[in-house]
């Protein structure tokens, strides 16, 4: 139990371009979902916390209107990245939490942009 | 506030031998302590977390950590090192009022034949 996806798992796009990635609980109803950004060998920090139906909250020096973050349902949320530039090349992972999960929260397996 | 300072960025050891990554962390508030693997271009995976219970919790894979709150430690360990443990190790802590996750630098673990 409590899987979550991410789609694509890898993507790469040319400078100036959008592009979009999903984040899926499979079998649970995620009430929050994380964004983190993870560069290469260092640790995850997080970009933003949304909550189905709300705008994401986001953390400080994250750009909201470059990150846009949507938490339509309880199983979906997408992060899409405006107008790509190479410096946006970076390692995106989501998680899940859902009400009854005691702080836990469940990570996706990640999805690498490589931005040209 | 809440941090975690993971002492070592790198930990070598040879197969079979103890495993020791240290955590140590700041909380305001009784904490929630978790450890996480993970393996190259995989996201991250549970191996353990503290939530005021015992404070020994045994994870998967072989792995523990002890809940220190005089050494505001959580170190996490491993008597046998098996070549498949070779990852990147991340300490976390979390307060109790929400889900907000805050993760250590991480540990590369390396595990010598």
């Known amino acids: 139990g409590a899987v979550v996806s991410q789609h694509p798992s890898w993507v790469i796009c040319k400078s100036g371009t959008s592009v979009k990635i999903e984040c899926r609980s499979l079998d649970f109803q995620a009430t929050t979902m994380f964004w983190y950004r993870q560069f290469p060998k260092q640790s995850l920090m997080l970009m933003a916390t949304?909550?189905?139906?709300?705008?994401?909250?986001?953390e400080q020096g994250v750009e909201k209107d470059k990150f846009l973050i949507n938490h339509a349902s309880l199983t979906l949320s997408t992060l899409t990245v405006t107008s790509a530039h190479p410096e946006d090349s970076s390692f995106y992972i989501c998680?899940?939490?859902?009400?009854?999960?005691?702080?836990?929260?469940?990570f996706g397996p990640g999805t690498r942009l490589t931005v040209l | 506030a809440q941090s975690v300072t993971q002492l070592g960025s790198h930990v070598s050891v040879s197969e079979g031998a103890l495993v020791l990554l240290r955590c140590n962390y700041s909380s305001s508030v009784p904490p929630y302590l978790f450890w996480y693997v993970q393996y190259p271009n995989q996201g991250l995976q549970l191996l353990l977390k503290?939530?005021?219970?015992?404070?020994l919790v045994k994870g998967i894979n072989g792995f523990e950590a002890e809940f220190k709150k005089s050494e505001t430690s959580f170190h996490l360990t491993k008597p046998s090192a098996h070549m498949s443990d070779a990852a990147e190790y991340f300490c976390?802590?979390?307060?109790?009022?929400?889900?907000?996750?805050?993760f250590g630098g991480g540990t590369r673990l390396m595990v010598k034949p």
């Open positions: 998680s899940a939490s859902h009400s009854g999960g005691l702080n836990e929260q469940f």
């Open positions: 976390a802590v979390s307060d109790n009022a929400g889900n907000m996750l805050t």
């Open positions: 503290y939530t005021s219970a015992a404070t």
């Open positions: 949304s909550n189905e139906g709300s705008k994401a909250t986001y």
